[in-house]
């Protein structure tokens, strides 16, 4: 699948409909097993066998790294076969995967399972909330390799605001300057996309479906609820 600038449609009076000039890449655009997975994600009943909806986000976390895998570098190699010798292209670097805790983890794993010798980053992001009804974004715990040169993949499976997911960004920019930055994600809100357009025009955002509303705590309409509460129970801290 090649990436395309995509129409995103808002519901509104006029039915506004916005281009985005950066790369967006919905992977159920064109019905494939992704929808499937997404409906499943979405889906009540289905979603409260956690080891499906973990495995639904690992499905496509695999799939968004065998898109990504067609737009990194590859280099020939001659590789010895027990008959002779192959001309071979070989992934020429392996891409950095960078999770968000807890929620990433899944599609982390799903990323892993085909750059299965990438090097990992993990980031604790967490939405810290006040008694108002806002919040803000706290990162806690990073652990990173070098990211000078190399291509990041980012996970996180619900692109809401683009908060936590442009603080993430940013932060990692300090571990190195990376060649290429990828988000990957189940669900993206546009208000979201916008927000991560504006910040960090040159990430590519690939994502299984893209819904148009936000509540005001955040959440995505009709998106699936809490991602890292449905893939491993519900936690006490706010
Ligand atoms: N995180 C979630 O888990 N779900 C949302 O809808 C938004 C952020």
Request: glycine share 6%; aromatic share 8%.
């Amino acid at each position: 699948m090649q990436p395309e600038i995509i129409r995103i449609h808002k519901p509104g009076p006029k039915h506004r409909t916005t281009y985005y000039t950066t790369m967006v890449i919905n992977l159920s655009e064109q019905h494939s097993l992704v929808s499937n997975w997404v409906a499943e994600l979405r889906d009540t009943e289905i979603q409260v066998d956690r080891m499906r909806f973990r495995r639904n986000l690992e499905r496509i976390g695999e799939v968004a790294a065998y898109e990504i895998s067609k737009l990194l570098a590859w280099e020939e190699r001659e590789i010895t076969t027990p008959l002779g010798t192959s001309p071979s292209k070989m992934l020429k670097d392996q891409p950095v995967l960078a999770t968000i805790l807890r929620a990433g983890l899944p599609l982390h794993q799903g990323l892993l399972n085909y750059f299965d010798r990438a090097d990992n980053a993990f980031i604790s992001a967490y939405r810290k909330h006040h008694r108002d009804g806002t919040f803000e974004i706290s990162l806690d715990y990073v652990s990173c390799p070098s990211l000078e040169n190399r291509v990041v993949i980012v996970a996180d499976p619900m692109l809401a605001t683009g908060s936590s997911l442009v603080k993430t960004i940013q932060y990692l920019r300090d571990e190195g300057k990376p060649s290429e930055i990828h988000i990957v994600c189940a669900i993206a809100c546009t208000v979201g996309i916008e927000y991560v357009h504006r910040s960090e025009p040159k990430v590519k955002i690939w994502c299984g479906a893209i819904d148009d509303e936000l509540t005001a705590k955040g959440y995505i309409v009709p998106g699936l609820g809490d991602a890292g509460d449905l893939a491993y129970g519900t936690k006490q801290q706010m």
